[in-house]
């Protein structure tokens, strides 16, 4: 099975391309920064994750994605290579994506200066919500059927 689930930022606006011909698909590619759940002194904190959107998806991350936005990515590993103009063989690993959503609300998501503007019709959180979830009160457990 291959199958990948991330969960980063955006590392750069996602670099969109169309294919020629008559039915033309959108091609998405972006770099996610991951934090690593793990850092050993002198390491690196986060790994760079090439990520590559075909069609819809590819469609969203050019109208939604920007530098900074946090989103989870579902895909799978894809590995090639090619030949560069100074003749030498190149490896290259990409996700593919086949799922792509946004890991945080768009106020949590201003707060942390990615300045994503990705719900432009969505809702703000009403009330004392805080991220989009709304306070709930310690004294309704007393009111709750199980316990």
Do not use: H
């Not at 969960?7 to 959108?26: E, F, H, K, V, W």
């Not at 770099?31 to 075909?54: K, M, T």
């Not at 100074?86 to 946004?102: A, L, M, P, R, S």
């Amino acid at each position: 099975m291959n199958k990948v689930i991330l969960m980063g930022r955006l590392t750069r606006d996602p670099d969109i391309r169309y294919t020629s011909g008559d039915n033309q698909t959108a091609i998405a590619r972006y770099s996610l920064a991951v934090n690593r759940s793990y850092v050993r002194e002198g390491e690196a904190d986060a790994d760079f994750i090439n990520c590559v959107a075909f069609g819809r998806n590819a469609e969203f991350a050019e109208k939604y994605l920007k530098k900074g936005t946090k989103i989870a990515v579902v895909g799978r590993i894809q590995t090639g290579s090619y030949t560069n103009k100074d003749n030498v063989k190149v490896y290259t690993t990409d996700v593919v994506v086949e799922n792509q959503e946004f890991a945080e609300s768009k106020a949590a998501s201003e707060r942390n200066g990615s300045g994503s503007s990705y719900a432009e019709s969505a809702p703000e959180p009403s009330g004392d919500a805080i991220d989009g979830f709304m306070n709930i009160p310690d004294s309704i457990e007393d009111e709750l059927p199980f316990k």
